[in-house]
């Protein structure tokens, strides 16, 4: 598929996208954390647990849904200028296969990186058995606030 | 817009919906309840949580989702027949203002409940200062398995 | 639903929206028209032609997706302030039956009119027998490109 | 991104699915045809004509979505069983540069083709002296009507 060219316009995009994910505590609640990291590609992963389940045992589509979200959000964020922040457009998900695994990963690919809106997909696969198996794949976009940066100035 | 029929097909449904929504033990975990519930309708409510945020202290758009995602699953299945369980096919989310509040709604209305798929629309607010504000907007499709009941046979 | 605040930012609004339609050499090919305009809404219909269909005899999905998008489109341009151009981010269609009948109409409706980004709701309807039968749902993004005004200066 | 297992269940899948096309009346309409086919796989070209235009001069979106919903409904139907038809479920669509050029082509893959959804994805493309320009992304639900033919018996 078409790939955005991935340069990054900010010197200090890692530290910028780590610091940020660093900082939702929603992350650290459910136990996401980045994989791999590199300009305009963000990986995020999440173990299993018993307690962020749906209705018949697997991992909730919630759950799938903030990996991926956040994997799409934050290989966006790495190619955007320094200064700017982050905003979720829209995102639209399928389900493609029961999330049962012991490890989702979600890959995150920027597709177009525009100066103010970045368009993301995602693919989420689950890790059962020492196999992977297709759980998701997204469909997002994602805007560039400039002039308004991410780190909380203290 | 278009309403669906809106007649349970299980004299059941709301014991069913109730049930399969308690099993969710991500619900529990984030705090989430049903708020309101009849035929092709559903409510679910979730009182904000500093350990459910984004990186700007906001409620982070995977929690919106998942409520999003619960009253439209469970509007879907509380219109389908008896022994049958609900997959989720897919949804979009449109992010329409910061999630910033002190409980959130989402509301999940059928427009098509079909014999396979239902459709789901679903409306994301948020109570702030005692006033609601829109947070998200939901398009979604569910799929009816007949003949594989959504409660684990003890 | 939650509706937006539906007050024009261009008092030529209505004379904008119906030139800029106008200029879609597309509408004229399929036969499409405005229905009504009013700041926020905008309505399109389109008459049933034997050669605007698919396999099976019905109104073509890109057809049904045209006229939505349009509908919705025009909706957002209608708000939008004097010198400036919409432009398509993204659309989701849900397809609920058929697209059967003697004449379709699509009705958009903005959600939330944003200064860079509008959301826009769609609901499409086919008049069969003299009555309507859903035929589809969007849920759509436009952006205001401002300072590029969409009519051509000669 | 994750493959589909691309094996026909229809010997004369590229029969069938080329007479369905053929069947489309829109098609001859807008001047679009299939460029490439192969299990799971379909393409579909459409050269630029000024009577296919939206405000600008551009291709309309809704003839983009039509060329890239052809070529991701075939793409499913390729691997249905005989006797089977396909029913477009939902569809959604990024734009993600200006539709100018001499040549569209839209390229359709099965990420996931199930007993009764398949998931697809679709790339449009641009072709602008001699160069490919990102035009769209869409990803796809198409339903699988077992027992019902698409084709029509006499």
Redesign the interface.
């Known amino acids: 598929?078409?790939g955005a060219k991935l340069e990054p316009r900010d010197p200090d995009w890692e530290a910028k996208v780590r610091e940020?994910?660093a900082?939702?505590?929603?992350m650290?609640?459910?136990g996401g954390r980045i994989r791999a990291l590199s300009p305009g590609r963000c990986e995020v992963e999440l173990p299993f647990r018993?307690?962020?389940?749906?209705?018949?045992g697997y991992l909730?589509?919630?759950?799938v849904?903030?990996?991926a979200?956040?994997a799409a959000g934050y290989a966006a964020f790495s190619l955007m200028p320094a200064g700017s922040?982050v905003?979720?457009?829209?995102?639209?998900?399928?389900?493609?296969?029961a999330a049962e695994g012991e490890l989702f990963i979600a890959r995150g690919t920027v597709?177009?990186a525009g100066r103010?809106?970045s368009?993301v997909?995602c693919?989420v696969?689950a890790m059962r058995d020492g196999k992977?198996q297709?759980v998701a794949?997204m469909?997002a976009?994602y805007?560039c606030l400039e002039g308004k940066p991410?780190q909380?100035v203290g």
């Open positions: 598929m078409a940020s994910f900082r939702q505590t929603f650290e609640t459910i018993a307690d962020l389940c749906q209705q018949h909730h589509g919630g759950v849904t903030t990996i979200a956040n922040s905003l979720g457009v829209e995102y639209k998900v399928n389900l493609l296969g597709i177009k103010t809106l368009v997909e693919d696969q992977q297709p794949r469909l976009t805007m991410d909380p």
